[in-house]
């Protein structure tokens, strides 16, 4: 399954709900590179500097880090992807990728929610060091103030949460990853959802799949 949509419409949330429902991985290219880049390996320092902007990192080097992680065998019985494809390109390789190892694409989700609340969204959201989890100051806190209730770690705002960046992050991606609803379309299922929270647009993705 696919999970498409802008930044901020909760994509690596919903992700997560899906993930533990059907017991399969979750795979974020953006997780991997924030975790690469935490870590100082040398894909971090590659993409620290473009990440930071909201600038897409090069498809080679993405699709050579997605290729990677689907061959684990965790996979083997399929997976989710948050935040990738991101290009056409990308859409393409995928397309082989899976091919290569049998499987299709039983869905591609296309999460939408009007631009102004795209940004009140980021601007509230909180991400644990530690474990990746996302919080909402509004919709979903953490029981204790600035601390992951899964881990413990500690919760900050990420630097591509800042008003103008998220703007940037925006017109990209209605460059360069918003054509993907009509490369999925006919090609695909592809299901268009939206909802006040995470948690309604999870329910209603549960019920139509
Ligand atoms: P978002 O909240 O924008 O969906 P992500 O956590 O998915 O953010 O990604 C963070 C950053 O990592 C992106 O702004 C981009 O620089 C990089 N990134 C993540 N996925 C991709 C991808 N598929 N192609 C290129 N760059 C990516
Ligand atoms: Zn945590």
Redesign the pocket.
Same mark, same amino acid.
């Given at each position: 399954m696919v999970l498409l949509g802008a /930044?901020?419409v909760g994509?690596g949330t919903v992700g997560d709900m899906l993930a533990e429902k059907f017991g399969i991985p979750k795979i974020? @290219?953006? =997780?991997i %590179?924030r975790k690469a880049i935490a870590e100082k390996t040398p894909l971090g320092r590659k993409v620290n500097e $473009? @990440?930071g902007k909201?600038? $897409?990192?090069p498809d080679d080097i @993405?699709v050579a880090i997605v290729k990677e992680r689907i061959a684990k065998e965790d996979c083997k019985n399929g997976f989710i992807m948050d935040? %990738? /494809? #991101? @290009?056409i390109h990308?859409a393409e390789e995928l397309d082989k990728l899976l091919k290569g190892m049998n499987l299709r694409l039983d869905a591609v989700v296309n999460i939408f929610l009007p631009k102004e609340e795209i940004i009140r969204r980021i601007s509230l959201r909180r991400t644990c060091g530690n474990c990746s989890m996302i919080y909402n100051l509004n919709f979903s806190p953490p029981k204790k103030d600035g601390v992951c209730d899964k881990c413990g770690g500690l919760l900050y705002q990420r630097d =591509?949460e800042k008003e103008e960046t998220v703007l940037n #992050?925006l017109s990209i991606y209605e460059k360069q990853t918003a054509p993907l609803i009509k490369y999925y379309e006919g090609r695909s299922r592809l299901i268009n959802v939206t909802g006040e929270t995470s948690k309604e647009i999870f329910e209603r993705l549960i019920e139509i799949l």
């Open positions: /930044p901020g994509k974020s @290219t953006g =997780d %590179f $473009l @990440t909201g600038e $897409l990192v @993405t935040g %990738f /494809p #991101r @290009t990308q =591509d #992050r």
